[in-house]
T-cell receptor
Framework: NAGVTQTPKFQVLKTGQSMTLQCAQD?????MYWYRQDPGMGLRLIYY???????DKGEVPNGYNVSRLNKREFSLRLESAAPSQTSVYFC????????????FGEGSWLTVV | GQQLNQSPQSMFIQEGEDVSMNCTSS?????WLWYKQDPGEGPVLLIA?????ELTSNGRLTAQFGITRKDSFLNISASIPSDVGIYFC??????????????FGSGTQLTVLP
């Protein structure tokens, strides 16, 4: 069972470069999320998609864009990376009707130099 | 936004000891969740709490939903090396299944010494 799969696992970018983090889930979930995790800050929601075709801003959306390509895939794009975006990024998904079990990917470690 | 204070930030304990960590909020929550994150992995749900005063166990783990609905604690009894990781609390309001309304604590890093 793959669950939530995100790529790449590690990436180093130069300031100003762009990149896309890919996420796919095989659980037929309607809702998908992107979080960032910084030391001492917990998980903060960047963007979410309640269903295919919809996306909404979370707590910290500035500097990011997302695409809900289809029901399975939800990508996060950094158009012009900044050192402040150095973080660990987690994709997650759940089925709202089934309650609280939110499934997280393994994380993507991004360093912007 | 809503604030969650989780303490302690880190703990070093001997194998076999009991552990306690807690979260307090500036707002009332309708759901409290506790997650564990192993090194290099994403968080995994341990316990979910839905009612004030609720006490729920999952093996050696016990969590309680505070009466005021502004706090929760997690206890781990007889710790073992595989308990190592970061433990997060999360609170949700209003009562829905969407992660959009989740607020996460900053985590408690647990180290278990042999």
């Amino acid at each position: 069972n793959a669950g939530v799969t995100q790529t790449p696992k590690f990436q180093v970018l130069k300031t100003g470069q762009s990149m896309t983090l890919q996420c796919a889930q095989d659980m037929n979930h309607n809702s998908m999320y992107w979080y960032r995790q910084d030391p001492g800050m917990g998980l903060r929601l960047i963007y979410y998609s309640a269903s295919e075709g919809t996306t909404d801003k979370g707590e910290v959306p500035n500097g990011y864009n997302v695409s809900r390509l289809n029901k399975r895939e939800f990508s996060l794009r950094l158009e012009s990376a900044a050192p402040s975006q150095t973080s660990v990024y987690f994709c997650a998904s759940n089925e709202v009707s089934s309650g609280n079990t939110i499934y997280f990917g393994e994380g993507s470690w991004l360093t912007v130099v | 936004g809503q604030q969650l204070n989780q303490s302690p930030q880190s703990m070093f304990i001997q194998e076999g000891e009991d552990v306690s960590m807690n979260c307090t909020s500036s707002s009332i929550f309708n759901t409290w969740l506790w997650y564990k994150q192993d090194p290099g992995e994403g968080p995994v749900l341990l316990i979910a709490l839905y009612k004030a005063g609720e006490l729920t166990s999952n093996g050696r783990l016990t969590a309680q939903f505070g009466i005021t609905r502004k706090d929760s604690f997690l206890n781990i009894s007889a710790s073992i090396p595989s308990d190592v990781g970061i433990y997060f609390c999360a609170g949700r309001s209003p009562p829905s299944g969407s992660a959009r309304q989740l607020t996460f604590g900053s985590g408690t890093q647990l180290t278990v010494l042999p």
